[in-house]
C-alpha cells in the first residue's frame, strides 16, 4: 500500500462544481495517519553527522567572565565545543530592526540576558553524549541585576540590558491621526482603561530541528530546518553567517509539526548549527527539546496598554489615545518589533473612529526573546480595545453590545480608510453581528444566564467584535522608523506571494509554492484551486511545499504567517495556472480553429468553446510543449511552467505621516459567550461559545472550520490556563507541560461557528485569513463575560471591578470572590511546642527569590553553638546533602552538595563562606552554587541570643535558585527550599543538644502530622 | 503498566555497553542494540527507523510518543529501550499493515473529520485510541475526553478527534449548545 492509495476522492465529474469552495478531505492526511510522514527529525543524516546540544545560561542577566572548554572536549566522542569566541571568528551579529547599538548573536559573547539563552555547544557523535559533556563546561558568570517587568523596564535606575543603548526603554514613537485633541475637549466624557498582556506562546508539538553543513570548498552553507519563514528572515541568517544569500541554501521537510508562527524562531539556531558545521568541519544536526523550547525558543510580547476614550453620552467613541508599551524581551530579534506594528493600520479595530493619538514604546527585559506566535499582536491590542468598549458600556450605563452596535464600521463605507491609514477591505459588520445574534441564539443565553443568577450562581456574557488583519505589508515595521530614516533605508511595502506550476509530458500538473506550511493542507487547498483553473481531477494535481531557497522561486515575504496562504498564496497559485492555461490555449487555438479567448479546459478535455465535441486531451496538449517545439508558432515559447509573484495592490509604503495600510485584507470576527464561575473553587466554565466570521471566499470550508477550533483552543489557553511564569529574580518556571498549561480535551468546549462571506477585492479568489482571530477575539470575551459574571459582586465592601490578568485562574478568582483570610492565630499548634517559627513564609513577589525567617530555643549555651558553626567538620554535618567541605580560606569553603528537587537530584559544587562574625552572638552564612541543572545562592544572618534555658537562635534567610532547576522543578522549588533550610537549622538544634521537632512529639500520630506540616513547609 | 517488572530480578547492565535489544516490532521480529538509558522512543526512531512514533515532551505529559507495549499504551519516552526486550511493540505503522494494507476505521474517520492538522500528535493518540477502544469499545462523550486528556494536540482543539471516535463507535456527537 502506498499512503496515497488511501485518499480516494469520489465524485469528481467531468464538468462538475468547482473544487474551490468544497470540504475537500486532505491529502496530507494518509501520510500522516500511517506514520509515513517525514518531519525534520525523521530525515537521514549525512554520515559523520555530529549532534548538537547547547548550554545555556541559568542566569537572567549576568557577565560572561570565561568558559573552560577542556573537560569537557576530554569526554569520548565529543568532537568540538563551540563558543561565543567562534561566532565572533565566523559570524556576525544579527540585524536588528531598530535604529540602536544592540547586538544579538547566536551564541552569547560578554553578557548573558536571559536564562536559557546559548552560551555553547557540544558537538558529539550523539546526543546523549553530548548532553553528558555540557556538564564538564564551566563557566564563570556575574550576575547582574534582572529586569523583569515592563514596569521595572521604564524605571531610570533600572540595570541597563544593552549597555550601549543606555536604556531599557529602546524605542518611541508618537502617531497623531485626526485631531484627537479636539474630540477630547469637546467629547461628553471620557473612559479609560489599563491592561497588561502576559507572555505566552502556542508551542507546536513537534521542536525547533536543524540539519547543518558547511562546505568550505565554495564557503557556502546548506541547511534544512523546520523554519516556517518569513523568508526576510533569510537576509538576516545569511549577513549574520557572513555570506550572501546566494551561499545559504535553506531547505524546508515535507512535513511540520505545527508553527502558530513560533518555528520563525528556529533562525537563531541556523545560524548557530551553521557555524557549528564550520567549526567542527562536519555536518551537525540538532533537535531541541521540549525544556529548551518553553524556556528559550519564543514568546509572545507582554504588552502594558493604557487607551482613554472620548466618547459621547450614547457609546459613540469620537477618538482614541493609546499608550503601548511592549515587552520584546532580551533582544530585539527579527522581525520584531513587527508584534507591535502588525495592527497598526487597525488599531481601532471594527470601529469607525477618526481622530487617533497613540504613544509606542518598546522596552527589553531579561526574558525570551519575543516572536511571531498565533494572532501576532492582535490578542495584545484586542485585550485593551475590547476591554475598553466594555469600560464605555458599564460606565456610561449601556448595554455593551449596544455600544459596539453604534461604533462599528458601517456597511456603505467600504472600503475604510482608518485613522492610521489602513483600508478595511470588505464586509458589512452590522449585518454580520445581527445574523451572530440571530443564529447563535444570543436571546435564550441572556434568559439562560438571568435564571442562573436568580439562583445565586456567578454567570456571565461575554462580546468581543474584531478585524483579523491577513497578509501583511513587508513595509508595516519601517512604521517603527521616523519618515526621516525611512527615507535613508529605502520604501518597503508589498507581499510578494510566489508560486509555479508545471505540467509534465504525461499531463501532469505540478505546483510548487514558498508557503512552507505546518499542518493547515495547503497541498489540498491548492489542488482544488489548479484543478478548477485546468478542468482537470482533484487527484491530477501534485502539490509540493517543501521549499529550497537554492531552487525555488521565493522573495521575502514567502513562509507560513499573517494567514497569506488562502489570500496570497493560493491566490498566487490560481495566477500562475491561469496564465499557463492561456499559453497552452494560445498553441492549441489554431489546432480546434478558435481564437484562444474560446478555448475551454473542462473534464480533462481541451476544446472550443463553439465545438466541444472536437476536444483534444489535456495530456496531449501537455506533451505538445514537451515533444514538438519545433512546430510551436513563431514567436512562441512552450507552455510547460508558469511562475507567478503576485502581491496585493493596495499594500503601500507608510507615508510620512506615519499612515499604513498594515495588511492587504481585514476579516470581521464577532464573538459572544456564557461562562460559569463556581462560587467556591473560582473555576470557570466557559459554558456556550459562538464566533461569527466573514473571511471572504471560504476555499475549504473543512480546513477553515479546523483553523478555527485551532485558534479558538490556543484562545482558551491563552485566556485561562498558560502563562510563561518567571520568578522575580528572572528565574523562569514553566518548564514543562505539567508547568505550562495547554488545555486537554476537557478543557477546550466546541464553539458555535458561524460564517458569511464577503469577499476581498483584493485577492484573486476573493479569500482573507482566518486562522488568528479567535487568537485575538477569543480571550478578551471571555474576560469582559468574567467582567460581566463578576458585576455587582463586592467583597468585604469593595465591588469587584473587572476582569483579573490573564489567564484567568481559578485562584485569581477565587481571591475576588472570597474576602481575604483573616491572619493565621499566634501559636495555633497549642502547647508544648519547642521551636517557634514566624509562619512558613511564601516565596515572596518583591524579593529574589525566597525569604524567611525563623527562631529556636536551644539547650546549649551561645558559646557552644557558635563553636559549632565555626567548625568545619560540624557545618559540614548541618548542611543537607553535603558531601566534602574544604576549607579554602579564612571561614570560606568549597562544598559539594547533592541536592534534588522534585525530578531534578544535582551535583553542586558550593562556596560557602561566615562573615560580619560578632561571637558569639551574630554571624552571616553565605552560599552560592552551580550545577549543569542551574545555580543556587542565598544568604543566612544568624543570631544567638542567651535565654534561661540555653540560647535563642535566631536565623533571617534569602534564597534563589535558577536554571533547568528552577524551569522544571518549579512547583517544588519553594516548598523544598524551606525544608532544606528547615533541615539546617534542625540539625543545629539537634546538635546543640536540644530536641527536635519530631522528638518533641514522641506520639506517632503526631510525629506524622509534623513531618506533614514540614513537608508542605509548615514546619512550625 | 505492570509487565514491564518482571518477576526475577533484572541483571545489571553495564552502562558503558550497548546490549542486544530485540522486540516484536508490528508483528515482525526486529533487533538492536542500545545503551540502558536509551530511551525507546530513541531506539524505535534512530535505531530501528521506525519513525511514525513521534516526540513531543520527552517527560510524559503530552502522548505524542505513546506506542503499545504488549497491547498496553505507554510512553515510550519514559520507557527505556532495553525494558522492551523480548517484548510486543506495535506503533502507528502497524495500524494499516494488521488491516490488509488498508487504514482502519479509525484512521479513516480521523481523516473525513479533519481530526488531524500536523499529524505530529496523531500516532500517540491514535495507538492510546486503539488500546482505549478494545477495553471500551463505546465510551461516552465524557469518557472519551477524559481519556484524551492524556494527549496534547495543539492544531485541532480536539474537536473532530472527538467526532471522529463518536461516529466510528456507532455514536454521534452531542452538541455543545446548552441554549
Known amino acids: 500500500m502506498t499512503a496515497t492509495?488511501?485518499?480516494?476522492?469520489?465524485?469528481?465529474?467531468?464538468?462538475?462544481?468547482?473544487?474551490?469552495?468544497?470540504?475537500?478531505?486532505?491529502?496530507?492526511?494518509?501520510?500522516?495517519?500511517?506514520?509515513?510522514?517525514?518531519?525534520?527529525?525523521?530525515?537521514?543524516?549525512?554520515?559523520?553527522?555530529?549532534?548538537?546540544?547547547?548550554?545555556?545560561?541559568?542566569?537572567?542577566?549576568?557577565?560572561?567572565?570565561?568558559?573552560?572548554?577542556?573537560?569537557?572536549?576530554?569526554?569520548?566522542?565529543?568532537?568540538?565545543?563551540?563558543?561565543?569566541?567562534?561566532?565572533?571568528?565566523?559570524?556576525?551579529?544579527?540585524?536588528?530592526?531598530?535604529?540602536?547599538?544592540?547586538?544579538?548573536?547566536?551564541?552569547?559573547?560578554?553578557?548573558?540576558?536571559?536564562?536559557?539563552?546559548?552560551?555553547?555547544?557540544?558537538?558529539?557523535?550523539?546526543?546523549?553524549?553530548?548532553?553528558?559533556?555540557?556538564?564538564?563546561?564551566?563557566?564563570?558568570?556575574?550576575?547582574?541585576?534582572?529586569?523583569?517587568?515592563?514596569?521595572?523596564?521604564?524605571?531610570?535606575?533600572?540595570?541597563?540590558?544593552?549597555?550601549?543603548?543606555?536604556?531599557?526603554?529602546?524605542?518611541?514613537?508618537?502617531?497623531?491621526?485626526?485631531?484627537?485633541?479636539?474630540?477630547?475637549?469637546?467629547?461628553?466624557?471620557?473612559?479609560?482603561?489599563?491592561?497588561?498582556?502576559?507572555?505566552?506562546?502556542?508551542?507546536?508539538?513537534?521542536?525547533?530541528?536543524?540539519?547543518?553543513?558547511?562546505?568550505?570548498?565554495?564557503?557556502?552553507?546548506?541547511?534544512?530546518?523546520?523554519?516556517?519563514?518569513?523568508?526576510?528572515?533569510?537576509?538576516?541568517?545569511?549577513?549574520?553567517?557572513?555570506?550572501?544569500?546566494?551561499?545559504?541554501?535553506l531547505k524546508t521537510p515535507p512535513h511540520s509539526g505545527g508553527s502558530f508562527g513560533n518555528k520563525q524562531a528556529v533562525f537563531p539556531y541556523v545560524v548557530l548549527m551553521g557555524l557549528c558545521a564550520r567549526v567542527a568541519g562536519r555536518p551537525v544536526k540538532w533537535v531541541e527539546d521540549r525544556l529548551e523550547h518553553l524556556m528559550a525558543a519564543t514568546s509572545a510580547t507582554a504588552r502594558r496598554m493604557r487607551i482613554d476614550a472620548a466618547v459621547e453620552p450614547d457609546g459613540r467613541v469620537l477618538a482614541l489615545r493609546m499608550e503601548q508599551t511592549e515587552d520584546c524581551g532580551a533582544y530585539l530579534r527579527a522581525p520584531e518589533p513587527a508584534s507591535l506594528y502588525r495592527n497598526h493600520g487597525n488599531l481601532t479595530g471594527a470601529y469607525d473612529i477618526p481622530n487617533l493619538a497613540v504613544t509606542n514604546r518598546i522596552v527589553v527585559t531579561n526574558k525570551t526573546p519575543t516572536g511571531l506566535n498565533r494572532g501576532f499582536g492582535g490578542g495584545q491590542l484586542y485585550y485593551g480595545l475590547e476591554r475598553l468598549m466594555n469600560r464605555v458600556a458599564a460606565e456610561l450605563g449601556l448595554d455593551p453590545l449596544d455600544v459596539i452596535r453604534r461604533n462599528l464600521v458601517a456597511a456603505d463605507a467600504m472600503p475604510y480608510r482608518t485613522a492610521s491609514g489602513g483600508t478595511l477591505d470588505s464586509g458589512d459588520y452590522r449585518a454580520t453581528l445581527e445574523q451572530a445574534v440571530r443564529e447563535g441564539a444570543l436571546d435564550a443565553l441572556k434568559a439562560r444566564r438571568n435564571a442562573l443568577r436568580a439562583e445565586g450562581r456567578l454567570y456571565g456574557i461575554g462580546y468581543a467584535a474584531v478585524v483579523e488583519p491577513s497578509i501583511s505589508n513587508m513595509g508595516y515595521i519601517t512604521t517603527v522608523l521616523t519618515a526621516e530614516d525611512r527615507r535613508k533605508a529605502g520604501p518597503k511595502n508589498g507581499a510578494q506571494a510566489t508560486a509555479s506550476v508545471a505540467v509534465d509530458p504525461t499531463g501532469g500538473v505540478s505546483v510548487t509554492v514558498a508557503s512552507a506550511p505546518q499542518g493547515q493542507g495547503h497541498r489540498t487547498v491548492l489542488a482544488q484551486v489548479v484543478a478548477d483553473v485546468f478542468g482537470l481531477r482533484f487527484e491530477d494535481i501534485r502539490v509540493n511545499t517543501d521549499l529550497d531557497t537554492g531552487k525555488d522561486a521565493w522573495s521575502i515575504a514567502s513562509g507560513n504567517y499573517s494567514s497569506r496562504f488562502a489570500g496570497a498564496v493560493a491566490g498566487a497559485a490560481q495566477v500562475a495556472a491561469t496564465r499557463l492555461r492561456g499559453r497552452m490555449a494560445a498553441l492549441v487555438a489554431g489546432q480546434l480553429n478558435c481564437r484562444a479567448d474560446d478555448v475551454r479546459f473542462a473534464g480533462g478535455r481541451v476544446f472550443s468553446d463553439a465545438n466541444p465535441d472536437n476536444s483534444l486531451s489535456f495530456p496531449r496538449v501537455a506533451a505538445a510543449g514537451h515533444w514538438s517545439p519545433g512546430t510551436l508558432p513563431d514567436g512562441q515559447e512552450a507552455a510547460l511552467r508558469e511562475t507567478a509573484f503576485w502581491t496585493p495592490e493596495p499594500l503601500k509604503a507608510p507615508t510620512d505621516a506615519d499612515h499604513i495600510n498594515s495588511s492587504a485584507c481585514y476579516g470581521f470576527i464577532f464573538d459572544f459567550c456564557g461562562v460559569e464561575i463556581d462560587r467556591t473553587t473560582g473555576a470557570l466554565r466557559i459554558d456556550r461559545y459562538v464566533t461569527m466570521h466573514d473571511a471572504g471566499r471560504l476555499l475549504n470550508p473543512l480546513l477553515v472550520e479546523g483553523q478555527i477550533l485551532g485558534?479558538?483552543?490556543?484562545?482558551?489557553?491563552?485566556?485561562?490556563?498558560?502563562?510563561?511564569?518567571?520568578?522575580?529574580?528572572?528565574?523562569?518556571?514553566?518548564?514543562?507541560?505539567?508547568?505550562?498549561?495547554?488545555?486537554?480535551?476537557?478543557?477546550?468546549?466546541?464553539?458555535?461557528?458561524?460564517?458569511?462571506?464577503?469577499?476581498?477585492?483584493?485577492?484573486?479568489?476573493?479569500?482573507?485569513?482566518?486562522?488568528?482571530?479567535?487568537?485575538?477575539?477569543?480571550?478578551?470575551?471571555?474576560?469582559?463575560?468574567?467582567?460581566?459574571?463578576?458585576?455587582?459582586?463586592?467583597?468585604?465592601?469593595?465591588?469587584?471591578?473587572?476582569?483579573?490578568?490573564?489567564?484567568?485562574?481559578?485562584?485569581?478568582?477565587?481571591?475576588?470572590?472570597?474576602?481575604?483570610?483573616?491572619?493565621?492565630?499566634?501559636?495555633?499548634?497549642?502547647?508544648?511546642?519547642?521551636?517557634?517559627?514566624?509562619?512558613?513564609?511564601?516565596?515572596?513577589?518583591?524579593?529574589?527569590?525566597?525569604?524567611?525567617?525563623?527562631?529556636?530555643?536551644?539547650?546549649?549555651?551561645?558559646?557552644?553553638?557558635?563553636?559549632?558553626?565555626?567548625?568545619?567538620?560540624?557545618?559540614?554535618?548541618?548542611?543537607?546533602?553535603?558531601?566534602?567541605?574544604?576549607?579554602?580560606?579564612?571561614?570560606?569553603?568549597?562544598?559539594?552538595?547533592?541536592?534534588?528537587?522534585?525530578?531534578?537530584?544535582?551535583?553542586?559544587?558550593?562556596?560557602?563562606?561566615?562573615?560580619?562574625?560578632?561571637?558569639?552572638?551574630?554571624?552571616?552564612?553565605?552560599?552560592?552554587?552551580?550545577?549543569?541543572?542551574?545555580?543556587?545562592?542565598?544568604?543566612?544572618?544568624?543570631?544567638?541570643?542567651?535565654?534561661?534555658?540555653?540560647?535563642?537562635?535566631?536565623?533571617?534567610?534569602?534564597?534563589?535558585?535558577?536554571?533547568?532547576?528552577?524551569?522544571?522543578?518549579?512547583?517544588?522549588?519553594?516548598?523544598?527550599?524551606?525544608?532544606?533550610?528547615?533541615?539546617?537549622?534542625?540539625?543545629?538544634?539537634?546538635?546543640?543538644?536540644?530536641?527536635?521537632?519530631?522528638?518533641?512529639?514522641?506520639?506517632?500520630?503526631?510525629?506524622?502530622?509534623?513531618?506533614?506540616?514540614?513537608?508542605?513547609?509548615?514546619?512550625? | 503498566m505492570p509487565p514491564l517488572t518482571s518477576p526475577h530480578t533484572p541483571p545489571i547492565l553495564a552502562a558503558e555497553t550497548r546490549h542486544a535489544v530485540s522486540i516484536v516490532l508490528n508483528g515482525k521480529p526486529r533487533s538492536g542494540h542500545a545503551h540502558p538509558r536509551l530511551l525507546l522512543s530513541d531506539f524505535l526512531r534512530h535505531e530501528l527507523g521506525a519513525h511514525g512514533t513521534r516526540v513531543g515532551c520527552e517527560h510524559g505529559v503530552c502522548g505524542a510518543c505513546t506506542v503499545r507495549i504488549d497491547g498496553v499504551a505507554a510512553r515510550a519516552c519514559l520507557t527505556l529501550a532495553v525494558q522492551a526486550d523480548g517484548r510486543r511493540i506495535d506503533t502507528v505503522e502497524g495500524l494499516a499493515e494488521a488491516n490488509e494494507g488498508r487504514m482502519t476505521a479509525l484512521q479513516e474517520a480521523f481523516r473525513r473529520h479533519h481530526a488531524l492538522q500536523c499529524g505530529f500528535c496523531t500516532a500517540g493518540i491514535l495507538m492510546s485510541l486503539t488500546d482505549y477502544l478494545s477495553r471500551n469499545p463505546k465510551p461516552t462523550e465524557e469518557e472519551l475526553r477524559d481519556m484524551l486528556s492524556g494527549h496534547l494536540c495543539r492544531c485541532t482543539g480536539y474537536a473532530g478527534i472527538v467526532r471522529a471516535v463518536m461516529e466510528v463507535t456507532g455514536q454521534t456527537v452531542k452538541e455543545v449548545a446548552h441554549v
Open chain 1, 711 to 1020: 485558534g479558538f483552543a490556543h484562545a482558551v489557553g491563552t485566556a485561562l490556563y498558560e502563562e510563561y511564569a518567571y520568578g522575580d529574580d528572572g528565574r523562569f518556571l514553566s518548564g514543562t507541560f505539567a508547568d505550562y498549561l495547554v488545555p486537554t480535551a476537557c478543557e477546550v468546549p466546541v464553539p458555535v461557528i458561524l460564517h458569511r462571506e464577503s469577499p476581498s477585492p483584493v485577492t484573486p479568489l476573493g479569500a482573507k485569513g482566518v486562522g488568528e482571530g479567535n487568537c485575538m477575539s477569543t480571550p478578551v470575551c471571555l474576560a469582559n463575560a468574567v467582567a460581566d459574571a463578576l458585576s455587582g459582586l463586592s467583597v468585604a465592601g469593595v465591588s469587584v471591578d473587572g476582569p483579573p490578568s490573564l489567564p484567568i485562574t481559578p485562584a485569581k478568582l477565587a481571591a475576588l470572590i472570597h474576602p481575604p483570610e483573616p491572619p493565621r492565630p499566634a501559636s495555633a499548634a497549642g502547647t508544648g511546642e519547642i521551636a517557634r517559627e514566624t509562619p512558613p513564609p511564601a516565596a515572596t513577589k518583591g524579593g529574589r527569590g525566597l525569604t524567611g525567617e525563623g527562631s529556636r530555643e536551644v539547650p546549649a549555651t551561645p558559646e557552644q553553638v557558635w563553636a559549632i558553626l565555626l567548625d568545619p567538620k560540624e557545618l559540614a554535618a548541618l548542611l543537607p546533602g553535603c558531601e566534602a567541605l574544604d576549607l579554602v580560606g579564612p571561614n570560606a569553603y568549597r562544598a559539594e552538595v547533592v541536592v534534588g528537587i522534585g525530578p531534578v537530584r544535582g551535583r553542586y559544587t558550593a562556596e560557602v563562606a561566615l562573615s560580619d562574625l560578632d561571637p558569639p552572638k551574630a554571624l552571616t552564612l553565605t552560599g552560592s552554587g552551580t550545577s549543569a541543572l542551574g545555580s543556587g545562592s542565598g544568604t543566612g544572618h544568624v543570631t544567638l541570643e542567651r535565654t534561661a534555658e540555653g540560647t535563642r537562635v535566631t536565623y533571617r534567610y534569602s534564597a534563589s535558585v535558577g536554571g533547568k532547576v528552577a524551569a522544571v522543578g518549579g512547583r517544588m522549588l519553594d516548598s523544598a527550599s524551606r525544608l532544606l533550610i528547615g533541615q539546617f537549622f534542625e540539625k543545629l538544634v539537634a546538635r546543640a543538644g536540644g530536641p527536635t521537632a519530631s522528638d518533641a512529639r514522641p506520639a506517632p500520630p503526631l510525629s506524622l502530622l509534623a513531618r506533614l506540616l514540614r513537608l508542605l513547609g509548615l514546619n512550625r
Open chain 1, 5 to 249: 492509495q488511501t485518499v480516494e476522492i469520489k465524485g469528481s465529474p467531468a464538468v462538475a462544481a468547482p473544487f474551490v469552495g468544497r470540504s475537500m478531505p486532505r491529502v496530507e492526511d494518509a501520510a500522516l495517519l500511517t506514520g509515513v510522514a517525514r518531519y525534520a527529525d525523521d530525515l537521514p543524516v549525512k554520515p559523520g553527522t555530529l549532534h548538537a546540544a547547547i548550554l545555556r545560561s541559568p542566569h537572567a542577566h549576568a557577565e560572561l567572565l570565561g568558559i573552560d572548554t577542556a573537560a569537557a572536549l576530554a569526554v569520548p566522542g565529543v568532537a568540538a565545543v563551540v563558543t561565543g569566541a567562534d561566532a565572533k571568528r565566523y559570524a556576525s551579529a544579527f540585524l536588528v530592526g531598530i535604529r540602536a547599538p544592540m547586538e544579538h548573536w547566536c551564541l552569547a559573547i560578554d553578557r548573558v540576558r536571559h536564562v536559557g539563552e546559548p552560551v555553547a555547544v557540544v558537538l558529539a557523535d550523539s546526543r546523549y553524549l553530548a548532553e553528558d559533556a555540557l556538564d564538564r563546561i564551566e563557566v564563570r558568570y556575574r550576575p547582574l541585576p534582572p529586569v523583569t517587568s515592563i514596569a521595572q523596564a521604564l524605571e531610570e535606575g533600572s540595570e541597563p540590558l544593552h549597555p550601549a543603548v543606555g536604556s531599557n526603554l529602546v524605542n518611541s514613537r508618537s502617531f497623531h491621526y485626526g485631531d484627537p485633541e479636539a474630540a477630547f475637549a469637546g467629547a461628553a466624557r471620557s473612559v479609560s482603561v489599563e491592561v497588561e498582556y502576559p507572555r505566552n506562546s502556542c508551542t507546536p508539538m513537534e521542536c525547533f530541528v536543524v540539519l547543518a553543513d558547511y562546505d568550505a570548498a565554495e564557503d557556502a552553507y546548506e541547511v534544512l530546518s523546520n523554519f516556517s519563514g518569513p523568508f526576510a528572515v533569510h537576509p538576516v541568517m545569511a549577513r549574520a553567517l557572513n555570506v550572501p544569500g546566494s551561499r545559504l541554501r
